[in-house]
C-alpha cells in the first residue's frame, strides 16, 4: 500500500467490481519489488485514497502546529496531494519540498501543484533506502504515509527522516494496519481477499502491521518514544467498501500470481463472489484497514542570545 508512490493503497474508487478478470497479460507484467502497479490508472488511485484520508492528516497537522512560512518534507509524496494540503497551510512564505522515488509521478505532482498556484513546491527523486541526500534538509516537518509499510528497511529510513527534521522541527509518520480490516459479521470473500492482498505483499518484504509498530519503530532508530498517536479509521457499508477492495486486489494480483498465491480462475471467482456479497450483504459494515500516525518533536538547543533559533516551527 503506498501513497506516494509509493504510499499505498486501499481506495474505493477505481472499479465497481463487475469488470473483466485480470488478463494474463496483465498478470505477467514486470514486478521491480513493489507490490503494487506504476500506471496511470493506479496513480489516480492513489490520488483519490489520498483524498480519503485528507482529514484524518490535516488533523495531525494541526496537531504539530503546522503554520504559514514553515518548510516541509512530504517523503514518499507520490501525486503530490499532501504536498497541496502542506502548501495550503504554510502559504507562499513557505516550502514544501516532495521526494520519491517516482520521477514520473512526482513530474506530474509539480505540474499539478504548480497549475494551482502553488509555487512554494518542489521535487527531488530521492531513494531513500540508499543514502542519497535530501535536499533542502533540514526541515520544520518531516512527514511520511503508506511509506514505511512498503520498506523492509524501514528503521534506516526513519533514521534519515529524523535526521532531516529542523531542531525544533516534527517528524510526523502515517501507516496502515490490516489487522481487523473486515466485514461483520465476516464474509468468506473477504477471507479470501485478505489472504491474497496480504500474501502478496508479504512476498515484497512490506509490513502489513507497521501502523501498530510505530512506536516500536521510532525506539529502534533512536527516536524515542512518539509525543503522541493517533488512530483514524473508515467504516462503510459493503456495498461500498467493496469497491475498494476490488480496487486493491486488481492492482497487486500480478504480484500474486506471479508467486502462486492465486491463480487468474481462482481470481476471477474471487472477483465474482466480492460483487455477488455486495449485492446480497450491501449494508453488512466493512472497516478498512486503519491509519495510525505518530509524531515527534526534535529538542530545540537553548537559544544562548537574543537572536532566533534556526529551524524552529512556527507557533
Known amino acids: 500500500m503506498r501513497e506516494r508512490s509509493p504510499a499505498a493503497t486501499i481506495d474505493p474508487t477505481m472499479t465497481n467490481g463487475t469488470g473483466p478478470a485480470m488478463s494474463t497479460a496483465e498478470a505477467e507484467r514486470p514486478q521491480d519489488g513493489y507490490a503494487l502497479g506504476r500506471t496511470p490508472q493506479e496513480y489516480e488511485r492513489l490520488r483519490a485514497q489520498a483524498r ?112 532531516a527534521v529542523a531542531p525544533g522541527g516534527h517528524l510526523l509518520v502515517q501507516d496502515y494496519d490490516l489487522d481487523g480490516t473486515g466485514a461483520l459479521p465476516p464474509l468468506e470473500s473477504l477471507d479470501e481477499w485478505l489472504r491474497v492482498v496480504v500474501g502478496a505483499f508479504s512476498t515484497a518484504r512490506c509490513d502489513v502491521r507497521v501502523g501498530a509498530r510505530l512506536p516500536q519503530l521510532f525506539a529502534q532508530a533512536g527516536i524515542g518514544t512518539p509525543d503522541g498517536t493517533d488512530v483514524a479509521g473508515r467504516l462503510e457499508p459493503f456495498a461500498d467498501a467493496q469497491r475498494m477492495f476490488t480496487a486493491v486486489f486488481r492492482s497487486v494480483l500480478p504480484a500474486a500470481i506471479a508467486h502462486g498465491i492465486t491463480t487468474e480462475q481462482r481470481a476471477a471467482a474471487s472477483l465474482s463472489e466480492l460483487a455477488h456479497d455486495a449485492q446480497r450483504f450491501p449494508d453488512r459494515p466493512t472497516l478498512w484497514p486503519l491509519m495510525i500516525g505518530a509524531w515527534k518533536r526534535k529538542p530545540a538547543p537553548a537559544a544562548s542570545s537574543g537572536h532566533p533559533v534556526p529551524g524552529r516551527v512556527a507557533r
Open 52 to 163: 480519503i484520508w485528507e482529514s484524518a492528516t490535516g488533523r495531525l497537522f494541526d496537531q504539530v502546529a503546522l503554520a504559514p512560512g514553515a518548510s516541509c518534507l512530504d517523503a514518499g509524496c507520490g501525486p503530490g496531494e499532501t504536498m497541496r494540503l502542506m502548501a495550503q497551510r504554510v502559504g507562499t512564505s513557505g516550502q514544501v519540498t516532495g521526494v520519491d522515488v517516482d520521477a514520473s509521478l512526482g513530474a506530474q505532482a509539480i505540474a499539478m501543484l504548480h497549475d494551482a498556484g502553488h509555487r512554494q513546491c518542489d521535487f527531488a527523486r530521492v531513494d531513500l533506502t540508499a543514502g542519497e541526500p535530501v535536499p533542502g534538509a533540514p526541515f520544520e516537518l518531516v512527514y511520511a504515509r503508506l511509506l514505511l509499510y512498503h520498506l523492509p528497511q524501514r528503521v534506516t529510513v526513519l533514521k534519515r527522516l529524523w535526521d
